[in-house]
């Protein structure tokens, strides 16, 4: 039986194996479970065709284990795994995971991505195994989001300067008059003197 100690240990190692993505050592075998795998074949024009090639692509670590070892799920196809059946790893699909069943196999319990063994795929009509000495398992940088960049608009330059962009600015004071109402016009002399006319006609009597 585990003691107190070693129930910790155990709980303490599978917290960190979920938070961190499984970047630990696991168990007695010593080696780093990689965030990201890929499996992928240099030519394909040299391979006999089939399902298998489906399961070729980047697979990312889970925080389950499958017969206790490390799983990744394929990055494009949620119901696709690499996993170990046993005996060696499979690529498999989910309503499968865990059994001796796959289109890809590897014949070796140790790590897949550092495994010198050779890969071997299934025909379609599952009746012998194929060796793929061309199909390799490696590391795998997991794709980063595409940046995508945008050419400033008024809005966003208003943004820059400290204004909101829904904020408008106060209107410039407009005349009183009404943009419909006729142009009066401003009168370009002054408007005459009271008795200006009565008085020139008497200093032409005169």
Not at 157 to 179: D, Y
């Amino acid at each position: 039986s585990c003691s107190g100690g070693d129930k910790l240990r155990d709980e303490s190692s599978r917290l960190l194996y979920s938070c961190s993505g499984g970047v630990q050592r696991l168990g007695k075998e010593e080696w780093d479970a990689p965030m990201a795998i890929e499996l992928h074949v240099g030519n394909l024009g040299n391979v006999i065709p089939g399902k298998w090639q489906i399961f070729l692509g980047m697979y990312k670590l889970e925080s389950k284990e499958v017969n206790g070892k490390p799983a990744w799920r394929h990055a494009e196809r949620s119901d696709l795994w690499l996993a170990f059946d046993g005996i060696g790893w499979a690529a498999q699909p989910e309503d499968r995971l865990g059994d001796r069943f796959g289109w890809l196999q590897l014949r070796h319990p140790g790590p897949p991505h550092i495994n010198n063994g050779i890969w071997q795929a299934a025909p379609d009509d599952g009746s012998h195994w194929v060796e793929m000495p061309g199909l390799k398992c490696q590391l795998a940088e997991p794709p980063r989001p595409a940046r995508v960049f945008t050419r400033p608009t008024p809005s966003m330059r208003l943004e820059e300067e400290g204004e909101h962009a829904c904020e408008q600015r106060p209107p410039r004071s407009q005349p009183a008059t009404s943009p419909h109402a006729p142009d009066k016009g401003t009168p370009s002399l002054p408007p005459p003197v009271k008795g200006y006319i009565d008085r020139a006609r008497e200093a032409v009597a005169e």
